[in-house]
């Protein structure tokens, strides 16, 4: 029969064994060089395969994204204190200007510090209504005859009325550490909220930048102030992005501490920015990542070696009106006629009006973002290399291959990640900046920065 046949030849003479397939273990000598006299030694021991690359990345991203959260909320700390102190400047120049041009002069308040986007060493932006005008003319006239009015009180100092600007404005500081005596007299309610009835903290200023200007409209040229309609826009875009605010405020500290967000010198307006990043947010990838340092570091990348200034221009299509002329896209091609612009930001409120024609440093603008991302590399190379030369059973023992992340700090990498202050490194946070008084979030951020490493130590 050939089944017995083949049945007996399979069990006579000696059987061959073949062993089953052991799991591979990773050993040091596959995942980086070692010293010869210690690679005998650690190849016995088990450990998972480690991508160094990939784990680097997130432990910047995170130790960044925890140091923004800190920041900030030292900002919004600073902020609330400041709050008082901004409306008593505010509650002085309301009186001065609603006193000496009764009945018909009004003053409002807008800007960042109304929208939540005011840093502490932002100034608050001031607006007098009431003043009826035909051209551009009759506007400086009226700034000239408020100007002299606040000139009469000690506590306005350091004013100087800019009236060439295409919305004149005249820039002033409210020293409330010193008395204001009004000059039309006052009643007990309205003097107390003249008076700075707290002490302040010692790291708060008592003096309060404001931009003050007045509500004006030219149909000649179609310039005119849109102040508030556009800090009621600014609160809506707020509203409908979660991580807008943060990333804003966050963004905003960086230019400033660059000097590059003076839009009067060439910056960016707050507003300029908040379109900026709104713009980039619109898309709904960017939109699934809310960690803030991911997104900052995104948001560099694509305005600094992407974005295409001179061919692209930048808006929020929300009206249709707007639509219809430049598409549903934030991005659209420029028009020929705009090409000697750096930068073109269409004003989604004023569709004829580019609120970047101004805005001739941008190309530095850019260039700093790129040094920005150099030196968040850099980081990333140095823990990268820390990482590698680390004992690899130390790490194996924590790391998760799934997430490239680690379950816990190992004592040695969390004292190596204590010493670096990638926050202070990215915002360029230099003894300079500490000692200029004008400098105020510069000053309150190095104070933070002291605190947290005392806290820890």
Do not use: W
């Amino acid at each position: 029969d050939q089944n017995n046949d083949t049945n007996s030849s399979v069990k006579e003479g000696p059987q061959k064994v073949i062993p089953a397939e052991q799991p591979k273990i990773a050993v040091v000598s596959e995942l980086r060089p070692e010293n010869t006299s210690t690679k005998l030694q650690e190849t016995q021991c088990p450990v998972r395969p480690i991508n160094f690359g990939r784990l680097a990345k997130n432990i910047v991203e995170d130790k960044l994204n925890e140091e923004i959260a800190s920041f900030l909320k030292s900002i919004k700390t600073d902020c609330a204190e400041l709050e008082k102190i901004r409306l008593v400047a505010f509650n002085r120049i309301e009186y001065v200007v609603t006193s000496a041009f009764r009945p018909y002069a009004g003053t409002r308040v807008f800007g960042s510090f109304v929208t939540g986007l005011s840093l502490p060493s932002s100034d608050i932006d001031i607006l007098v209504t009431g003043f009826d005008y035909l051209d551009a003319e009759d506007c400086k006239r009226s700034l000239e005859q408020i100007a002299a009015e606040l000139k009469l009180h000690p506590c306005i100092i350091n004013m100087k009325p800019i009236l060439t600007a295409s919305i004149p404005v005249i820039k002033l500081e409210v020293d409330c550490g010193v008395e204001f005596i009004p000059n039309y007299g006052a009643t007990p309610s309205i003097m107390s909220r003249l008076r700075l009835n707290e002490t302040p903290s010692e790291r708060i200023s008592r003096v309060v930048k404001v931009d003050l200007t007045i509500e004006s409209f030219d149909p000649t040229t179609m310039n005119g102030h849109f102040g508030i309609v556009s800090t009621d826009f600014s609160k809506k875009m707020l509203s409908l992005f979660r991580p807008l605010q943060d990333l804003i405020i966050l963004f905003k500290y960086y230019l400033n501490t660059h000097s590059l967000n003076n839009s009067f010198k060439g910056g960016l307006s707050s507003y300029s920015i908040l379109i900026l990043v709104t713009a980039y947010l619109l898309d709904t990838a960017n939109l699934k990542n809310s960690n803030l340092a991911s997104l900052f570091m995104s948001l560099l990348n694509f305005y600094g070696n992407e974005f295409k200034a001179l061919s692209t221009g930048i808006t929020i299509p929300f009206e249709q009106s707007l639509i219809s002329m430049i598409g549903p896209k934030p991005y659209f091609p420029k028009p020929n006629r705009m090409d000697s612009s750096l930068l073109f930001i269409l004003d989604p409120l004023n569709p004829m009006r580019n609120i970047t024609q101004n805005a001739y440093l941008f190309p530095e603008i850019k260039e700093c973002f790129v040094k920005t991302l150099e030196l968040i590399d850099s980081n990333f190379r140095q823990i990268e290399k820390y990482l590698a030369e680390m004992p690899n059973k130390e790490l194996s023992d924590v790391y998760n291959s799934a997430t490239h992340s680690l379950l816990k700090t190992p004592p040695s990498l969390a004292t190596y990640l204590a010493e670096k202050s990638l926050l202070r490194q990215v915002l360029m946070l230099s003894l300079i900046h500490i000692s200029e008084p004008t400098r105020l979030l510069s000053i309150s951020y190095a104070v933070f920065c002291l605190k947290k490493k005392k806290k820890d130590n």
